[in-house]
């Protein structure tokens, strides 16, 4: 079920945005085969393959690339795919013999994706990396957190995940599309510096006009302006405002009943930490429940700030099943929709065994084949 229902993925394990593209083409119907490493390697996490939720929705064979005999497999089952995704440095997959020459030899069709932090050229090719870094780099992080703090960490939500695994799908999707007409494969680098830069495009371009202040957390969308921000509270927990239009505006003061000549211009930079005062100390006279029987669904912009475990509980959340449980574990739902191909609901993690070994060897080359195989599940 799905809209990519028909394509099929190789992924060669690895951690980040690598599951996650392959997590996104396996949620929308893809059939993905993720190759793990027989040997023990230290990837940087330890945790229960059931929250391990970037590797749902998989088949999953182990095998040991650096053998003759479990390399010549994975170019069989590479054999019969659309596309392929590795996480290694640039390099690596070449020594394995699994490099794009030798994979284009066997499937011309194959659209290679290529995830790495710093891309396969440049002067840090080679470097050992994380989402921070190479966020810092693109100068994404220097414009994220509150003025006189140090810039705040976006989780790896803007690196690893937006700017890595969204855009690798995205790079996969357009190059199957071209494969399907031009018959012939190619590489997608896909560098998480280069999509994290690609994800600030609105903001570069409005530094570029001169219409951002060099200092973060003194303009509207980095918590600078005080119609765009989170506030406390009676209870202690927070709120969030984005009444950035003044149509908005007006209708917040209207419904706090605060009268509008206490309030200069939104435009009025200067009368920022002033405005955001009154709105702080109205907020904190009433619980956040309390705020949202007056404030939700109105046009004040509003939202509570709510915990991952609040989250699902919501009533908007819940009626769009935004949150689905699979064998116990609470989990998002397949994004986006589709009106006449709708995602499956999705599969846990499948953990790797001779019986999924087998059963995935039969689903890539067919029953007969297979049993050529089968001696090394």
Known sequence: MGPLEGIKVVELAGIGPGPMAAMLLADLGATVLRIERREAVELGVRRLLQFDLLLR??????????QAEDNALALRLIENADGLIEGFRPGVAERLGLGPDACFERNRRLVYG???GWGQTGPLAQAAGHDLNYIAL?????RIGRRGQPPTIPLNLVGDFGGGGLYLALGMLAGILEARQSGQGQVVDAAIVDGAASLATSTIGMYA???????????VLDSGAYFYDVYRCADGKWISIATIERRFHARLLEILGIDAAHFSSQDDRASWDDARGILAARFVTRTRD?????LEGTDACFAPVLTLDEAPEHPHLKSRETFVTVDGVRQPAPAPRFSRTPAATPRAPTAVSREASLAALEAWLGQEESRQWQHLT
């Open 57 to 66: 929705n998989r088949q999953v064979i182990a095998l040991n690339l650096k």
């Open 114 to 116: 290529r995830i790495t």
């Open 138 to 142: 693109t100068g994404i992080l220097d």
């Open 209 to 219: 006009a001169g219409m951002l202040q060099p200092e973060h957390g003194t303009n």
């Open 290 to 294: 309390e705020w949202c029987n007056v």
